[in-house]
């Protein structure tokens, strides 16, 4: 099996995954000033962070398709870059931004659903540097508790 692309510790092998619909957004920033009179004027004011997204399939006869969901969450919910490798090529440090799966092949045994191929589309988002701020959301304030 040939590796196509690692992202962190997690290998996208070619046989392994049905790697699929890969894009690159990239964007460059401009803020927009309006004028009383006449169009208003723009003013570049930096790039935007890359996006790459992807399609992949588990099978379950090559992986087990909710071990393979598995894998990617965990690398999603440790909420730090991850170096991106493509063949050979380093592409820098991203981030996980989304994850969202579709069931596509299912089938019932002994009265349990079985997952035999997963569909899944993966947004990652440049990770430019600096420090990663994450938020610890069991310390939010709830809005609807009263405090004395």
Known sequence: MAILATLGDLSIEILLNDFQNFDFKSGYGFATHSKLEGKPSLQQVGDELGQIRF??????QLIDPELGILQLRTLAEAKRPLSLVFGEVY???WVINDIREKPLKVSVRDEQTVINILGCNVELKEFAGGELRVV???LALNP???SS
Do not use: A, L, N, T
Request: aromatic share 20%; proline share 0%.
């Open 55 to 60: 399609d992949c399939i588990f099978h379950r």
């Open 91 to 93: 592409k820098g440090q």
């Open 136 to 138: 610890d959301r069991s």
């Open 144 to 146: 609807f508790q009263y």
